[in-house]
């Protein structure tokens, strides 16, 4: 697959150490940067392939909510070639701060190339010049990787653009229902299943540092974890879990995987090593301690209990020691996960009938709720952790499967936006980035 998705870095334009034009999305960017899009100018018999680039690009940057697609019907340059300097004055007349020039050739008969120039329409410099050859095929993904190289050059933090998510679709009989593993591009494009639906599966969990997912499967009524690498489809038991609720996580270099599991009545934290199979207990309390997360460095873990008296959070050193509450607010805690970048912690949260999907700091504080509704649950975060999906689920009417679908917000929580699935989506788990 790497063969297949390799690409070629032609040329880079020569760029100063520090961005003339840089967003701050520590907080989230209430006011998007305004960018210019003209189509990318086709050379030869590629016209199909710059519109789709195009497009997919301006839809990625826009769902970000830090970019705001100026209108096209304003544009007074026309480009005849990805090398024709700019008239920043026009540029700057319709109020684009950004402008992003590209063209589309075809070198030979299997070789899509793409290049690009991003320029700072303020101070009339070019922050970023790059071509990429692939095959044809593949345009969409390199669309995914031109979105990433513009948000990294612009904000100074890595893209998400170019990654998967894996989740459970749900059809057939409510009472008994099929629940297949499926995967797609974070747009929700390039849709395939994982699994036939013969077992029941849930709560797939994506590898930090692989394209392999754990999730829990109930083949002949027998609870099991199971792994699958996503690319060649090649199944591996991890072991019988009797008393298992949701799926394992990754440790964060993917050499562990934390869960919890009921035994004698009592419902606590192990981690299993993945090459010796050998277990560990990390908590002995008598509450039900559940749903555990690692932080990214590995040396904490996030999890809920009710050993308090109400289901809250919880944070440990990741040998068990070191226990500390850290939410206190009314209502119940769930399905807690770290954000990649180490700063927050996604979680859902129930209170007055409704459900809520939250982040708080790492020390409980600054908690926020980024969405609302009937239930939703099972936050998970962008490989940048700026960015969360979630699950939404409408009440049934007895006959049919309840409507559940994926969402995605940003940490403002102003950019709530469905994720386009053939069917009832939940438990999404968003995989890392696309290795290259």
């Known amino acids: 697959m790497r063969a297949v998705f390799l690409f ?11 961005a003339d034009l840089q967003v701050d999305i520590t907080q989230g960017q209430a006011d998007p940067t305004p960018i210019a899009i003209p ?13 789709n680039i195009t497009e997919v690009i301006v839809s990625n ?15 007074l340059q026309e480009f005849a070639s990805v090398n024709e300097p700019p008239r920043y004055g026009e540029w700057r007349q319709i109020n684009a701060q ?15 190339r793409v290049d690009f120039r991003l320029y700072d329409v303020l101070s009339q410099k070019q922050l970023l010049g790059l071509s990429y050859n692939t ?9 995914h990787l031109i979105s990433d190289a513009i948000y990294k050059r612009v904000t100074g933090e890595s893209g998400y653009f170019d990654s998967r998510v894996v989740y459970v679709e749900t059809s057939g009989n409510p009472w008994r229902p099929t629940k297949r593993l499926a995967i797609m591009d974070q747009d929700g494009y390039n849709h395939r299943y994982l699994t036939d639906g013969r077992a029941m599966v849930l709560t797939p969990r994506f590898s930090p540092n692989a394209p392999v997912v754990t999730y829990f499967a109930y083949y ?16 591996e038991m991890v072991g019988n879990f009797p008393g298992m609720t949701f799926a394992p996580r990754f440790s964060p270099n ?23 199979r050998d277990t560990e207990r990390l908590t002995t309390t008598p509450g039900i301690d559940t749903s555990p997360s690692y932080s990214p460095d590995g040396s904490q873990i996030v999890f809920n209990s009710d050993r308090g008296g109400s289901q809250q959070l919880y944070t440990m050193s990741s040998s068990g020691g070191n226990v500390k509450r850290i939410s206190f607010g009314q209502g119940r805690y769930s399905t807690p996960v770290w954000s990649p970048r180490g700063d927050l912690i ?42 969360l999906m979630f699950y939404r689920e409408s009440p049934g009417d007895g006959k049919n499967i309840p409507r559940a679908r994926i969402y995605s917000v940003d940490l403002t929580g102003q950019n709530l936006v469905e994720v386009n699935t053939p069917g009832n989506a939940s438990d999404p788990a968003w995989s890392p980035l696309n290795p290259r």
């Open 8 to 18: 070629l870095l032609l040329c880079v334009a020569a760029l100063p150490a520090h």
């Open 135 to 143: 095959t044809p095929a593949n345009w969409r993904r390199l669309a």
């Open 220 to 235: 002949n009524d027998l609870p099991r974890v199971y792994t699958l690498h996503v690319d060649t489809g090649r199944v």
């Open 61 to 75: 940057l826009q769902r970000s909510s830090l970019f705001r697609h100026v209108n096209p019907s304003a544009y």
């Open 346 to 387: 996604a979680f859902t949260k129930q209170q007055g009938g409704r459900f809520f999907i939250g982040v708080m700091r790492t020390d409980g504080s600054g908690e926020r709720m980024l969405s609302q509704s009937y239930q939703e649950e099972g936050p998970t975060w962008s490989p940048n952790g700026r960015v």
């Open 39 to 51: 189509g990318f100018i086709a050379t030869g018999d590629t016209a199909a392939d710059a519109n």
């Open 254 to 276: 993917g050499n562990k995987i934390i869960f919890s599991q009921a035994q004698d009545g009592n419902t606590d934290v192990y981690t299993m090593d993945l090459g010796s």
């Open 98 to 112: 950004l402008l992003l020039v590209g063209q589309t050739s075809m070198p030979s008969p299997n070789q899509l």
